[in-house]
Protein backbone atom coordinates (compact mmCIF):
# COMPACT_ATOMS: atom_id res chain seq x y z
CA UNK A 1 0.00 0.00 0.00
CA UNK A 2 1.80 3.24 -0.84
CA UNK A 3 0.90 6.20 1.28
CA UNK A 4 1.84 9.99 1.79
CA UNK A 5 2.75 11.95 5.24
CA UNK A 6 1.97 15.43 5.33
CA UNK A 7 2.45 17.61 8.32
CA UNK A 8 -0.10 20.48 8.90
CA UNK A 9 0.03 23.51 10.98
CA UNK A 10 -2.51 25.81 12.84
CA UNK A 11 -1.76 29.06 14.14
CA UNK A 12 -3.66 31.39 16.05
CA UNK A 13 -3.69 35.26 16.92
CA UNK A 14 -5.16 35.99 20.50
CA UNK A 15 -5.94 39.24 21.93
CA UNK A 16 -5.58 38.47 25.91
CA UNK A 17 -8.05 38.52 28.28
CA UNK A 18 -6.99 37.76 31.38
CA UNK A 19 -4.21 39.66 33.94
CA UNK A 20 -1.75 37.64 36.08
CA UNK A 21 0.08 39.30 38.59
CA UNK A 22 3.32 36.65 39.94
CA UNK A 23 4.50 38.35 43.44
CA UNK A 24 7.42 37.35 45.29
CA UNK A 25 8.06 37.52 48.89
CA UNK A 26 11.74 37.24 50.50
CA UNK A 27 13.23 37.20 53.56
CA UNK A 28 16.06 36.06 56.00
CA UNK A 29 15.71 35.40 59.35
CA UNK A 30 18.54 33.88 61.80
CA UNK A 31 15.88 30.97 63.23
CA UNK A 32 14.14 28.33 61.30
CA UNK A 33 10.58 29.22 63.30
CA UNK A 34 10.96 32.64 62.51
CA UNK A 35 11.44 32.35 58.99
CA UNK A 36 8.14 30.54 59.03
CA UNK A 37 6.63 32.94 61.03
CA UNK A 38 7.53 36.10 59.10
CA UNK A 39 6.99 34.10 55.69
CA UNK A 40 2.92 33.68 57.30
CA UNK A 41 2.32 37.32 58.21
CA UNK A 42 4.08 38.62 55.02
CA UNK A 43 1.53 36.48 53.02
CA UNK A 44 -1.23 37.19 55.35
CA UNK A 45 -1.04 40.79 54.86
CA UNK A 46 -0.93 40.61 51.45
CA UNK A 47 -3.99 38.91 51.41
CA UNK A 48 -5.78 41.38 53.46
CA UNK A 49 -4.04 44.35 50.67
CA UNK A 50 -5.10 42.35 47.95
CA UNK A 51 -9.00 41.68 49.55
CA UNK A 52 -9.19 45.47 49.50
CA UNK A 53 -9.79 45.13 45.64
CA UNK A 54 -12.42 42.31 45.88
CA UNK A 55 -9.83 39.60 45.88
CA UNK A 56 -11.03 36.23 47.77
CA UNK A 57 -8.13 34.62 50.13
CA UNK A 58 -8.30 31.99 48.24
CA UNK A 59 -7.99 34.06 44.60
CA UNK A 60 -3.81 34.03 46.06
CA UNK A 61 -2.54 30.91 44.95
CA UNK A 62 1.05 29.34 45.49
CA UNK A 63 3.44 28.65 42.75
CA UNK A 64 6.11 28.03 44.73
CA UNK A 65 7.50 28.05 48.80
CA UNK A 66 10.94 27.14 50.26
CA UNK A 67 12.56 27.97 52.88
CA UNK A 68 16.54 27.38 52.93
CA UNK A 69 19.89 27.69 54.63
CA UNK A 70 22.10 30.60 53.63
CA UNK A 71 25.58 30.79 54.28
CA UNK A 72 27.95 33.60 53.50
CA UNK A 73 32.34 32.91 52.72
CA UNK A 74 34.29 34.48 55.05
CA UNK A 75 38.56 34.55 55.25
CA UNK A 76 39.99 33.71 58.43
CA UNK A 77 43.63 33.17 58.84
CA UNK A 78 44.22 33.14 54.71
CA UNK A 79 41.59 30.50 53.97
CA UNK A 80 37.63 30.86 53.34
CA UNK A 81 34.63 29.31 55.36
CA UNK A 82 31.60 29.04 55.34
CA UNK A 83 29.41 30.75 57.27
CA UNK A 84 25.82 30.17 58.63
CA UNK A 85 23.78 33.40 58.54
CA UNK A 86 20.25 32.32 58.58
CA UNK A 87 17.26 30.75 56.67
CA UNK A 88 15.74 32.68 53.37
CA UNK A 89 12.47 32.01 52.37
CA UNK A 90 10.73 32.18 49.52
CA UNK A 91 7.22 32.02 47.90
CA UNK A 92 5.71 33.02 44.80
CA UNK A 93 2.33 33.19 44.24
CA UNK A 94 0.26 34.56 41.57
CA UNK A 95 -3.68 36.36 41.26
CA UNK A 96 -5.50 36.27 38.06
CA UNK A 97 -8.58 38.92 36.95
CA UNK A 98 -10.89 40.30 33.85
CA UNK A 99 -7.73 42.31 32.11
CA UNK A 100 -9.14 45.65 33.59
CA UNK A 101 -5.56 48.82 33.22
CA UNK A 102 -7.68 50.73 36.01
CA UNK A 103 -8.10 47.68 38.62
CA UNK A 104 -4.56 47.00 37.74
CA UNK A 105 -3.08 50.49 38.37
CA UNK A 106 -4.95 50.96 41.41
CA UNK A 107 -3.52 47.55 42.44
CA UNK A 108 0.45 48.11 41.32
CA UNK A 109 -0.05 51.84 43.26
CA UNK A 110 -1.42 49.41 46.41
CA UNK A 111 1.32 47.04 46.51
CA UNK A 112 4.02 49.68 45.84
CA UNK A 113 2.74 51.59 49.01
CA UNK A 114 2.71 48.69 51.30
CA UNK A 115 4.98 47.42 53.94
CA UNK A 116 5.12 44.37 52.36
CA UNK A 117 7.91 44.38 49.85
CA UNK A 118 7.28 42.10 46.56
CA UNK A 119 8.33 41.88 43.60
CA UNK A 120 5.56 40.97 40.69
CA UNK A 121 5.56 40.10 36.96
CA UNK A 122 2.86 41.33 34.78
CA UNK A 123 1.54 38.51 32.27
CA UNK A 124 -1.14 39.06 30.12
CA UNK A 125 -3.12 35.43 28.94
CA UNK A 126 -6.59 33.82 27.88
CA UNK A 127 -9.46 32.89 30.21
CA UNK A 128 -10.09 29.82 28.15
CA UNK A 129 -6.36 28.15 26.24
CA UNK A 130 -8.28 24.58 25.92
CA UNK A 131 -10.66 26.24 23.30
CA UNK A 132 -7.44 27.46 21.87
CA UNK A 133 -5.91 24.25 21.50
CA UNK A 134 -8.55 22.72 19.88
CA UNK A 135 -8.92 25.32 17.60
CA UNK A 136 -5.23 24.87 16.29
CA UNK A 137 -5.73 21.19 16.17
CA UNK A 138 -8.65 21.28 13.51
CA UNK A 139 -6.59 24.19 11.83
CA UNK A 140 -3.61 21.94 11.35
CA UNK A 141 -5.78 19.25 10.27
CA UNK A 142 -7.28 20.89 7.59
CA UNK A 143 -3.99 22.57 6.68
CA UNK A 144 -2.43 19.02 6.51
CA UNK A 145 -5.40 17.92 3.95
CA UNK A 146 -5.19 20.89 2.15
CA UNK A 147 -1.55 20.05 1.06
CA UNK A 148 -2.01 16.63 0.50
CA UNK A 149 -4.75 17.19 -1.75
CA UNK A 150 -2.44 19.30 -3.48
CA UNK A 151 0.46 17.12 -3.81
CA UNK A 152 -1.66 13.91 -4.67
CA UNK A 153 -3.23 16.04 -7.67
CA UNK A 154 0.16 17.43 -8.50
CA UNK A 155 1.07 14.27 -8.74
CA UNK A 156 -1.73 12.43 -10.58
CA UNK A 157 -2.85 10.76 -7.55
CA UNK A 158 -6.18 10.27 -5.64
CA UNK A 159 -6.26 9.93 -1.85
CA UNK A 160 -8.07 7.34 -0.47
CA UNK A 161 -8.89 6.66 4.04
CA UNK A 162 -6.86 8.45 6.46
CA UNK A 163 -4.24 5.53 7.85
CA UNK A 164 -2.88 7.32 11.03
CA UNK A 165 -3.01 10.42 12.74
CA UNK A 166 0.15 11.60 14.78
CA UNK A 167 0.11 14.47 17.21
CA UNK A 168 2.92 14.75 19.52
CA UNK A 169 1.60 16.79 22.64
CA UNK A 170 3.67 19.73 23.43
CA UNK A 171 3.11 22.75 25.73
CA UNK A 172 1.91 26.00 24.24
CA UNK A 173 2.84 28.95 25.80
CA UNK A 174 -0.33 31.46 25.92
CA UNK A 175 1.64 34.43 27.54
CA UNK A 176 2.62 37.94 26.87
CA UNK A 177 4.85 39.98 29.30
CA UNK A 178 4.78 43.62 28.42
CA UNK A 179 6.71 45.07 31.63
CA UNK A 180 9.76 43.52 32.92
CA UNK A 181 9.92 42.12 36.74
CA UNK A 182 10.26 45.32 39.10
CA UNK A 183 10.89 45.75 42.55
CA UNK A 184 8.12 47.25 44.35
CA UNK A 185 10.03 49.72 46.59
CA UNK A 186 10.17 52.38 44.32
CA UNK A 187 7.43 54.75 45.73
CA UNK A 188 8.69 57.91 43.39
CA UNK A 189 5.39 56.89 40.83
CA UNK A 190 3.10 59.73 41.47
CA UNK A 191 -0.88 58.32 42.21
CA UNK A 192 -1.41 59.62 38.72
CA UNK A 193 1.22 57.62 36.73
CA UNK A 194 -0.01 54.86 39.04
CA UNK A 195 -3.20 54.92 37.88
CA UNK A 196 -2.85 55.60 34.33
CA UNK A 197 -1.72 52.51 32.83
CA UNK A 198 -2.03 52.96 29.65
CA UNK A 199 -0.87 49.11 28.80
CA UNK A 200 -2.52 47.46 25.57
CA UNK A 201 -0.73 43.58 24.97
CA UNK A 202 -0.09 42.23 21.97
CA UNK A 203 -1.61 39.38 20.37
CA UNK A 204 -0.76 36.21 21.72
CA UNK A 205 0.98 34.45 18.50
CA UNK A 206 0.51 29.90 19.05
CA UNK A 207 1.01 27.17 16.50
CA UNK A 208 0.96 23.65 16.44
CA UNK A 209 1.12 20.74 14.44
CA UNK A 210 -0.43 17.59 13.33
CA UNK A 211 0.72 14.84 11.36
CA UNK A 212 -1.99 12.79 9.33
CA UNK A 213 -1.03 9.78 6.55
CA UNK A 214 -3.35 9.24 3.67
CA UNK A 215 -3.35 6.06 1.53
CA UNK A 216 -3.06 7.30 -2.08
CA UNK A 217 -3.92 5.42 -5.54
Not at 30 to 58: N, Q, V
Not at 180 to 201: C, F, G, Q, T, V
Request: aromatic share 8%.
Amino acid sequence: MRTIRVTGKGQLSLAPDLTRITMTLEGLCPEYSETLRRSSEDTEALRELLSRFGFARSDLKTLNFSVDAEYESIQERGSYKQRFVGYRFHHSMKVEFDSDNQRLGKLLYALANAPVKTEFRITYTVKDPESAKNELLGRAVKDAAAKAAVLAEAAGLSLGAIQSIDYSFGELIFDVQPMNRMLMADRSLSAKESYDLNIEPDCIQVSDTVTLVWEIC
